[in-house]
């Protein structure tokens, strides 16, 4: 999104800025061309022309398929492995379209590569799993699930035919994808060989979720008669030490009144809370009052 807004300032069809970080097969082979360029850009050209895009439709579309089908992928990873898997996918569908159109002095941009990695991951790694398509009959939309390996399976063939029929002049880089794929495929076999580093549940501690859930249900308890209630309220660690604000709700039979609960920093596990007022009503005395036991998540 960074690289995007970059490119609104500089304008989206800014042909310099594409030759200067996109991927142009002629910046390497053609001495005419290659001298204009660093040796700094020639490297870096193979890393920034998957975060250029042509348009917004360019860029929605990439981010809607990573969106779709990348969740699943890192997961799969891990966020470190499928950070390195990403690029990768990227720099061999780059390879991939740099030897089959080695002279080439059009600009290749866009993470359709690397993005066709992850799809080339998913085929492998769930192919039953349904996707959401939409089938337009003439003008009548029509949504099915079709599973993933048949929805991909189709995907992987329309790159071939485009590639080797009609599509091969629209200015797409049918190869980059088909090698993106492919790069999918073998990456997901090579990582199974790799040994696990425990990097993953490292990088767990920081990246987990950092908050609990802002509406709670408190189910409050009573001894006998006592006009006191008592009850758990849930927070993370960081909210123990910031300090935060919940909204609860207490049910009694189908009454769910709600309630503001400010919790101050530096709460510790056990911590009681008394809510004045919100306890039981008893004829004849004043309301009793609500206690929350303060119960920390992953506390040390």
Request: with cysteine.
């Amino acid at each position: 999104m960074l690289v995007w807004l970059l490119q609104l300032q500089v304008g989206l069809h800014n042909e310099v800025f594409f030759y200067l970080y996109g991927l142009v097969p002629g910046k390497y082979t053609v001495e005419e061309v290659s001298r204009h360029f660093s040796v700094a850009n020639h490297i870096f050209s193979l890393f920034s022309y998957m975060f250029l895009h042509g348009g917004f439709w360019h860029l929605l579309g990439n981010m809607w398929s990573l969106y779709i089908f990348g969740d699943n992928i890192e997961d799969h990873f891990g966020s470190v492995r499928f950070l390195g898997f990403y690029v990768l996918s990227g720099l061999i569908s780059g390879a991939c379209h740099f030897l089959l159109n080695p002279f080439s002095m059009v600009p290749t941009i866009g993470a359709s590569g690397a993005i066709a990695g992850v799809m080339g991951a998913y085929f492998l790694l769930y192919p039953r799993s349904k996707i959401l398509t939409l089938v337009p009959i003439i003008i009548i939309p029509w949504f099915i699930e079709i599973p993933a390996f048949i929805f991909l399976g189709f995907w992987f063939m329309m790159q071939f035919v485009n590639a080797a029929g009609q599509g091969a002049g629209a200015g797409i880089a049918w190869w980059a994808h088909i090698g993106g794929f492919i790069a999918g495929l073998v990456l997901v076999k090579c990582n199974q060989r790799l040994p696990k580093t425990g990097t993953r549940q490292k990088i767990n501690q920081f990246t987990r979720k950092q908050h609990t859930p802002r509406l709670q249900t408190i189910l409050a308890t009573s001894e006998s008669n006592d006009r006191d209630l008592t009850g758990d309220i849930e927070i993370s660690t960081l909210e123990a030490l910031t300090g935060t604000r919940k909204l609860v709700t207490i049910p009694w039979g189908f009454y769910k009144p709600l309630y503001r609960v400010s919790i101050p920093p530096g709460v510790r596990q056990g911590t009681r809370l008394r809510l004045a007022g919100m306890g039981r009503s008893v004829s004849g005395q004043p309301k009793g009052d609500m206690f929350l036991t303060v119960h920390i998540k992953n506390a040390i």
